[in-house]
């Protein structure tokens, strides 16, 4: 689908908050509401544009991840659809460099996690997995880092953000329907998870639908305080995921550019920092699988 100026207009601003009401969406992108309504729609129909509710990991009991580097035996597609499949791998690409594969795990704690990447190992055609154990999400575009300030949920809760994982735009009155509440009820209890850090609605979509389609993963060895590397690299206009670790590297993320020239800029900033001894990079080739509406699972 081709995206003109105030389509990409829209999908950014959605991208920041998915339930945006369409008379705000129009006031911002400079358009009348019925027709900021018609544009969304038809983002969304194409399959351009998926607007979800992305719940907190620890809302979910996810309270470990890791990112491996998977090489093959042979070729790599399979293997990566085999990752894919697990519950537990939310992000899955296939990638250039020294592995084939790269992923992201979150599971209901280390025992899990360890479990998991037990299983990936054992996957028809692994050769090897290099695991970095995830300490903290310094930077996400859909996750909030922050740890939510609503612990208590009750079933009511639970069928509210369910409902917002499938559609994150339902209207109120809609919801209310299927949860079995009043409108004003519903309203309050959503504005309660969403405020309280819960839960985020955004706007899935490709980054080349937004003309950043080169993908660049990143590995970093660094001396002295990691935070303040990681705090450094995460404020890099590009740099769109980081997370600092444990194992053969202390930060990992990637970037997100609009040609190789950016991310060849982007990296160079990074060698230039005092601090950092040293950096791997990976092309991110073909987006397998991504998906955060993950809840608790069994290994």
């Not at 659809?81 to 594969?101: D, E, H, K, N, Y």
């Not at 069928?159 to 009155?173: C, Q, S, T, V, W």
């Not at 609605?201 to 590397?229: H, I, K, N, Q």
């Amino acid at each position: 689908m081709e995206l003109d100026e105030t389509d990409l207009a829209i999908v950014r601003e959605l991208q920041g908050d998915g339930r945006l009401t369409y008379e705000t969406l129009a006031q911002r992108v400079g358009l009348s509401r019925p027709a900021a309504r018609t544009r969304v729609q038809r983002l969304r129909e194409s399959g351009t544009v998926r607007v979800v509710a992305i719940v907190h990991p620890a809302v979910r009991a996810l309270s470990a991840s890791a990112h491996l580097a998977i090489d093959t035996h042979g070729a790599a597609d399979q293997v990566a659809r085999q990752v894919a499949a697990l519950p537990q791998a939310p992000f899955v690409t296939l990638t250039s460099g020294r592995r084939a594969i790269m992923a992201e795990l979150r599971t209901a704690g280390f025992g899990e996690l360890e479990r998991t990447v037990e299983r990936v190992r054992a996957l028809p055609g692994v050769r090897a997995v290099d695991s970095l154990v995830a300490t903290r999400h310094v930077k996400d575009p859909y996750l909030l880092t922050d740890e939510p300030t609503v612990s208590a949920l009750d079933d009511v809760d639970e069928h509210i953000l369910a409902e917002l994982e499938e559609d994150g735009r339902l209207p109120f009155a809609e919801l209310a329907g299927r949860v079995d509440l009043s409108a004003g009820a519903t309203r309050s209890r959503t504005l309660r998870l969403l405020e309280g850090g819960v839960a985020k609605v955004v706007a899935l979509v490709r980054p080349d639908v937004l003309g950043m389609g080169y993908l660049c993963g990143f590995s970093l060895r660094v001396t002295g305080r990691t935070a303040e590397v990681a705090g450094t690299v995460a404020g890099f206009e590009r740099v769109t995921f980081l997370s600092t670790c444990l194992g053969h590297a202390e930060l990992v993320g990637t970037i997100t550019a609009e040609s190789f020239a950016a991310v060849r800029t982007t990296l160079e900033a990074m060698r230039a920092l005092d601090a950092v001894c040293g950096v791997e990079s990976w092309l991110h080739l073909e987006l397998v699988k991504e998906r955060y509406d993950l809840g608790p699972h069994t290994a």
